[in-house]
Structure formats: structure tokens, C-alpha cells
């Protein structure tokens, strides 16, 4: 009799994904599964169905070589090209590949999981250019998996405890045999009734459901330190989702973002920004006022400043990550021109302009004469 497609066995598409899958198995196996259904031949076939399915689908090795070459994957002697000379594999590769264990009968699968970490998780947390710089101190609030107070994270209704499973006897492990033409191979695989636990817990808390925890919102006050840029990330360990099995909580990883300056652009701990001046100050020089993150300070600029020049403020950037330096700023001097002139500007203007013409003329001059005395000087000798 030809198999069911392990896709259709559990009811998901050909591109679901591993959540999906494993939530349809969990799904199927708890309907058909036989303490829940004694005596029942039909379910415990359909049972055995679904463990099978999943057995290949919840395995991305195994899937990919499903959805390549479908159930022959898993039957002797098939495979890619009909693994003319193996494909490159060795010889027992091909068996633990296909079989899950080696040659000549020796047993291979997972032993019963112990305690797992929890999730880390990421919260985006936005600060204003200036709390970048200096540092601040924020509460965030987030939810995070915490263990079950009213099961202390059994999982069992509060006054129950969970029984062992009857389809691995409490062991977690489950064995599978086939018959090839290279002789009897047996498999151990995690018993997919119980998720290898070995046991089932057939009072479930009401407020966990069974899983030994739950979500909570939780409220954390989180410093950010001066200096921290756009993208970096501040971790806090043991503050992300409760480990199961008594494993250790994941971290909390708080991804900052800074918000743009109205006047500043940062690159590393150095500032940048165009300080625009007037034409008469950058000619004649002068005193003026300049922004900084700690305030305004008086800056001198040296007569005949040219538009584009640069000017250092030494320490007066970002203070550096974790360190006691800042960086520097760097004022651009933008000349502004004015749009529109009113009569007396204009008239203003074309006195400074014939003004600097003559003296540019008279200064031609005094090169021409100076060429001609030194060419009577070369003549005469002189």
C-alpha cells in the first residue's frame, strides 16, 4: 500500500514552516494519541502516521531529502543519482543520513533533553541625540516567558503530577526498525508523544496550559551610557525568556536608535556642522557664538576667513564609549550671500567693488614700472 504524503499526514503545505509543522504534529499526535484513545486500532495507526511524518519533517535534513526524492529517500539503495559511488559520502554517512544510526545494527538518537536556555529578546528602545551623548536612564517595559507560579513550572494542575508516557514507558526514546537489504537496522529517535520528556501530563495548570510558564509584562530600568551610537546594542543578561527544564533565562539585548540633530551630524566621536557667518564678519574678522551639546561658546574668527574654512573645537564632541575622552567638533564656515539688496546696500557694494578695483589697478601699475626700471637697469647696467 502506497504512503500517504507526509504533508497531507499532518495537514500543513510544502512550504510551511518549522513552527507550523511542529504545531500541526503536536496538534494531530494529541488527537490521536492512545491514552487518550485505549483500545482505538484506527488512532493508534494514524498515531504512529504522524510520528512518522514528523519524524522526517521536523528534521531539515531529512525534509529537504523528502522534498527531493520523496519516500524513496528512505529506501535502500535510493537516493541522488542512485548514490553512484555514495555522492562523496562515506559509507556509514549514508546509513546515519538515512537510518539515523550506523551499519550492523548500533542504535543512534538523541537521549532525553536536559535544561534549556530561553530566548534572548530584542527590544528597540529610541533616545534623543543629546541622552545619546551623555548617557540617561530609562524604564522600558516588555513582556518576557517567566515560570509558572501556580505549577512552580510543572506544568501539572496544582495537587497532580504528570504520568509516564505508554508509548516510550517513561524513557523518552522511541525505537524504530527497518529491514533493508543490508540487513536489520534499528533507529532510537525521541518519543514525539511526550517531546522526549517521558512523561505526559494529562491535568494540565489552567494558567500555564501545560508549558510550566507563562507571559508577563516586565519593567526594567535600563541605563544607557554616554556615548552609545545608532545601532549598538546593550545586553542584559538573565532578563529574557525562562529557560525550561530549570535552564538558565536568555539575556535581554536592547537595540538603540538615536534620533537626528537639527545641527549636528556625528562620525565616530567627532561633530560636524556649517556654522553660516556673514561676508562683512569673515572679511573683518570678529567674536562669535558657537553651539555646542554643552552649550554656547564665544569663538574669535581671524579676519579674511574664506567660505568652506574649518574650524577645531578641541574636546568639545562625544564623549568616548566606557572612556573618559571626547572627540572633537568641526565648524565649516558657510559665507552667506544675501538674496535680495535694498538701494543703499547695492550702492554700498559697488563703492567696495570699485574700491577693490582700483587697488587691484594701482597694483598692476606698481608691477608695470617695476618691469620697466628693472629692464633700464639691465641696460644701463645698473
Same mark, same amino acid.
Given at each position: 500500500?502506497?504512503?500517504?504524503d507526509?504533508?497531507?499526514?499532518?495537514?500543513?503545505?510544502?512550504?510551511?514552516?518549522?513552527?507550523?509543522?511542529? #504545531?500541526?504534529?503536536?496538534?494531530?499526535?494529541k488527537?490521536?494519541?492512545p491514552?487518550?484513545?485505549?483500545?482505538?486500532?484506527?488512532?493508534?495507526? &494514524?498515531?504512529?502516521?504522524?510520528?512518522e511524518?514528523?519524524?522526517?519533517?521536523?528534521?531539515?535534513?531529512k525534509?529537504?531529502?523528502?522534498d527531493?526524492?520523496?519516500?524513496?529517500a528512505f529506501?535502500?539503495?535510493?537516493?541522488a543519482?542512485?548514490?553512484?559511488?555514495?555522492?562523496?559520502?562515506g559509507?556509514?554517512d549514508?546509513?546515519?543520513?538515512?537510518?539515523?544510526?550506523?551499519?550492523?545494527?548500533?542504535?543512534?538518537?538523541?537521549?532525553?533533553?536536559g535544561?534549556? !536556555? %530561553?530566548?534572548d +529578546?530584542?527590544?528597540d528602545?529610541?533616545? @534623543?541625540?543629546? =541622552?545619546?551623548?551623555?548617557?540617561?536612564?530609562?524604564?522600558?517595559e516588555?513582556? #518576557?516567558?517567566e515560570?509558572?507560579?501556580?505549577?512552580?513550572?510543572?506544568?501539572? #494542575?496544582?495537587?497532580?503530577?504528570?504520568?509516564?508516557?505508554?508509548?516510550?514507558?517513561?524513557?523518552g526514546?522511541?525505537e524504530t526498525?527497518?529491514n533493508?537489504?543490508? %540487513?536489520?537496522?534499528?533507529?532510537?529517535?525521541e518519543?514525539?508523544?511526550?517531546n522526549?520528556?517521558?512523561?505526559? +501530563?494529562? @491535568?494540565?495548570?489552567?494558567?500555564?496550559? %501545560?508549558?510550566? !510558564?507563562v507571559?508577563?509584562?516586565r519593567?526594567?530600568?535600563?541605563?544607557v551610557p554616554?556615548?552609545i551610537?545608532?545601532g549598538?546594542?546593550l545586553?542584559?543578561?538573565?532578563?529574557?525568556?525562562?529557560?525550561?527544564?530549570?535552564?538558565?533565562?536568555?539575556?535581554?539585548?536592547?537595540?538603540?536608535?538615536?534620533?537626528?540633530?537639527r545641527?549636528?551630524?556625528?562620525?565616530d566621536?567627532?561633530?560636524?556642522?556649517?556654522?553660516?557667518?556673514?561676508?562683512?564678519?569673515?572679511?573683518?574678522?570678529?567674536?562669535? =557664538?558657537i553651539?555646542?551639546?554643552?552649550?554656547?561658546?564665544?569663538?574669535?574668527?581671524?579676519?579674511?576667513?574664506q567660505?568652506?574654512?574649518?574650524?577645531?573645537?578641541?574636546g568639545?564632541?562625544?564623549?568616548?564609549?566606557n572612556?573618559n575622552?571626547y572627540?572633537?567638533?568641526?565648524?565649516?564656515?558657510?559665507? !552667506?550671500?544675501p538674496?535680495?539688496l535694498?538701494?543703499?546696500?547695492?550702492?554700498?557694494?559697488?563703492?567696495?567693488?570699485?574700491l577693490?578695483?582700483?587697488?587691484?589697478?594701482?597694483? =598692476?601699475?606698481?608691477?608695470?614700472?617695476? &618691469? +620697466?626700471?628693472?629692464?633700464v637697469?639691465?641696460v644701463?647696467?645698473?
Amino acid at each position: 500500500m502506497a504512503k500517504q504524503d507526509y504533508y497531507e499526514v499532518l495537514g500543513v503545505s510544502r512550504d510551511a514552516s518549522e513552527d507550523e509543522i511542529k #504545531r500541526a504534529f503536536r496538534k494531530k499526535a494529541k488527537e490521536c494519541h492512545p491514552d487518550i484513545n485505549p483500545g482505538d486500532k484506527v488512532a493508534e495507526h &494514524k498515531f504512529k502516521e504522524i510520528n512518522e511524518a514528523y519524524e522526517v519533517l521536523g528534521d531539515s535534513q531529512k525534509r529537504r531529502q523528502y522534498d527531493q526524492f520523496g519516500h524513496a529517500a528512505f529506501e535502500a539503495g535510493a537516493g541522488a543519482g542512485g548514490f553512484d559511488g555514495f555522492g562523496g559520502f562515506g559509507f556509514e554517512d549514508v546509513f546515519d543520513s538515512f537510518f539515523g544510526g550506523s551499519i550492523f545494527g548500533s542504535r543512534s538518537g538523541r537521549q532525553r533533553r536536559g535544561p534549556v !536556555r %530561553g530566548r534572548d +529578546i530584542r527590544f528597540d528602545l529610541t533616545v @534623543e541625540f543629546e =541622552e545619546a551623548a551623555a548617557g540617561v536612564k530609562r524604564d522600558i517595559e516588555y513582556q #518576557r516567558t517567566e515560570r509558572c507560579l501556580e505549577c512552580d513550572g510543572s506544568g501539572a #494542575r496544582k495537587g497532580t503530577d504528570a504520568v509516564a508516557c505508554t508509548v516510550c514507558n517513561g524513557t523518552g526514546q522511541v525505537e524504530t526498525a527497518q529491514n533493508t537489504v543490508f %540487513g536489520r537496522f534499528v533507529n532510537v529517535t525521541e518519543c514525539h508523544a511526550c517531546n522526549g520528556e517521558g512523561r505526559i +501530563i494529562k @491535568e494540565p495548570c489552567p494558567k500555564c496550559r %501545560g508549558q510550566g !510558564r507563562v507571559r508577563r509584562r516586565r519593567t526594567l530600568s535600563v541605563s544607557v551610557p554616554g556615548g552609545i551610537d545608532e545601532g549598538q546594542v546593550l545586553s542584559v543578561a538573565g532578563e529574557g525568556d525562562a529557560g525550561a527544564k530549570g535552564g538558565p533565562p536568555g539575556d535581554l539585548r536592547i537595540v538603540v536608535h538615536v534620533k537626528p540633530h537639527r545641527l549636528f551630524k556625528r562620525r565616530d566621536y567627532d561633530l560636524f556642522y556649517e556654522l553660516p557667518v556673514s561676508f562683512a564678519l569673515a572679511s573683518m574678522g570678529g567674536e562669535i =557664538e558657537i553651539e555646542t551639546l554643552a552649550g554656547k561658546v564665544r569663538y574669535k574668527v581671524p579676519e579674511g576667513t574664506q567660505p568652506g574654512t574649518t574650524f577645531r573645537l578641541k574636546g568639545k564632541g562625544i564623549k568616548h564609549l566606557n572612556r573618559n575622552m571626547y572627540g572633537d567638533l568641526y565648524v565649516q564656515v558657510n559665507v !552667506r550671500v544675501p538674496k535680495k539688496l535694498t538701494a543703499e546696500q547695492r550702492q554700498a557694494l559697488e563703492k567696495f567693488d570699485r574700491l577693490l578695483s582700483s587697488e587691484k589697478a594701482g597694483h =598692476e601699475k606698481h608691477k608695470k614700472d617695476k &618691469k +620697466i626700471i628693472d629692464k633700464v637697469k639691465d641696460v644701463f647696467g645698473g
